[in-house]
């Protein structure tokens, strides 16, 4: 049996990390750690460009459709995968330069100033500033090996943060507005905990870019300490603590961790440049009386992130005596529902998060019929009528919308109007919304687009 195999039998049966044996196991491992980091930065690097654009759309869908506990649990992810990709690529790149420098070592040995002639000043000023060949490897091997350790705090880091921000949403949704709790004793308790978590989220991040300052300071210290134990764990530091603690006390740690924050605030503003072809014109305006916007056209639609707009018709040039217009469903949409007509709106809100376990489909102790949710549905899709409308130029149009699904199986509202009396050439869409200002009723046009009539 091979002696490193040994070693392992004996670790696994003592399983005492003070012990010789085990120590003599993680020096033999950390000499051929390149090996595994390597490895596991190729198959990471491989799944994580695979996975960044589908999380990418997911995001975006999100979006589209106001669905806010979605968008921010892939925004979070799209955070991590940047992250990890940014350090791994680094890792490797690096990691290469090392290996060829280890090779560039075996065929030509240490730097030999003296054999490139140049003058004393220069000589001078290189050996003190190179030193030695060996010397660069090893700070190449230091760079590598921290910098690939630091990838993955860093995604805890950033769980950290989304623990802290879901504690303040908590409260806010389980104390603040809480049916159980007192209203009175809700409103303060609620109060007093999203305070303390503001107040010890900035104590914790201040101590963390001193490195420890107020670990330091004997008083300051033992009242920053119960706060320290909370977030240990709302952040999930108790995780990954040793590893923090072990950068810290390393100064070429402390060094890599201080200058990766800068560069990752410079690739955040390199990312965000863009540049302007035109004072006035802009490409991501919304479709209007002048701009078409593709995502208001289902045959202009046809890659895969393309998601619809406020309304989306079949194409900028109408040949049917026919006009097909769908309305995606929004969250936002079912608020203006339930602001019009206030009998639709639940004593219990059930959007949101949920689980697709079905133990029961009661919409609440009243509505279990299927004839009561159908009832309840012609009166939602009733209200809905009543709210939007269209214009096409000056001419209202009458319009019936049913619920289906459509573009990417989004779910929404779809319609027909007949345009077989327009004139033909260009013409103006307009979605027109009704809405409830205190006593009176008013109407705003919701989107605008343009599409041009010909007949067959």
């Known amino acids: 049996m091979p002696i490193l195999d ?46 960044y654009e589908p999380l990418r759309i997911e995001m975006v869908n999100a979006q589209n459709e106001d669905q806010i506990y979605r968008l921010v649990f892939y925004f979070i992810l ?49 050996k003190k500033r190179i030193v030695s060949f060996d010397r660069y490897i090893a700070n190449l091997e230091n760079y590598c090996s921290v910098l690939f350790a630091i990838s993955f705090l ?51 991040f201040f ?23 909370v977030f240990s764990f709302l952040t999930l530091s108790f995780l990954y603590r040793p590893l923090v603690y072990n950068f810290l006390d390393n100064r070429f740690g402390k060094r890599l961790t201080l200058l990766l924050a800068p560069i990752y605030i410079a690739i955040l503003l390199i990312t965000s440049l863009e540049y302007r072809q035109s004072n006035y014109l802009d490409k991501d305006q919304r479709s209007s009386s002048i701009f078409a916007k593709k995502e208001n056209y289902l045959d202009m639609m046809t890659e895969e992130g393309d998601f619809p707009g406020r309304i989306v018709i079949p194409s900028k040039v109408i040949t049917e005596p026919y006009l097909n217009v769908f309305v995606p469903f929004s969250e ?23 689980s697709s376990i079905k133990i029961t489909s009661n919409w609440s102790d009243e509505i279990t019929s299927t004839r009561q949710k159908d009832s309840i549905r012609k009166i939602y899709l009733k ?20 619920v289906t699904t459509g573009i990417n199986n989004i779910l929404g509202f779809e319609t027909y109007l007949k345009i077989s009396t ?14 409830k200002e205190k006593d009176s009723i008013v109407t705003v046009t919701d989107a605008i687009l343009p599409f041009w009539y010909f007949k067959n």
């Open 78 to 126: 799209n955070i991590a995968c940047s992250i990890l990709l940014f350090n791994l690529l680094l890792h490797v790149i690096l990691r290469g330069l090392w290996i060829g420098a280890l090779g560039l070592r075996y065929v030509s040995g240490d730097i030999e100033f003296e054999r490139l002639r140049y003058s004393e000043r220069f000589t001078k000023y290189l």
């Open 422 to 435: 327009l004139e033909e050439g260009k013409h103006m869409i307009r979605l027109r919304r009704k809405r």
């Open 154 to 204: 860093l995604i805890f880091y950033v769980l950290a943060m989304t623990m802290i921000i879901i504690s303040i949403v908590l409260v806010a949704n389980y104390i603040i507005e809480s049916d159980i709790l007192p209203e009175k004793f809700a409103s303060t308790f609620g109060a007093i905990l999203i305070v303390f978590i503001v107040f010890g989220m900035f104590l914790t």
């Open 6 to 51: 040994q070693q392992t039998d004996q670790t696994v049966g003592n399983n005492d990390y003070n012990s010789p044996t085990f120590k003599k196991l993680l020096d033999s491992l950390q000499q051929q750690s390149w090996e595994l980091e390597l490895i596991i930065s190729g198959f990471a690097i491989f799944g994580l460009f695979t996975a």
């Open 332 to 354: 936002n949409l079912e608020d203006r529902v339930f602001a019009f007509n206030d009998s639709l709106t639940p004593e219990k809100d059930r959007r949101g998060l949920t």
């Open 207 to 229: 101590d963390f870019i001193t490195q420890g300052w107020l670990k330091k300071k004997k008083w300051i210290s033992l009242i920053y300490f119960p706060i320290y134990w």
């Open 383 to 402: 209200t809905f009528n009543e709210i939007y409308s269209f214009r096409i130029d000056t001419l209202d149009m009458d319009e019936d919308f049913i």
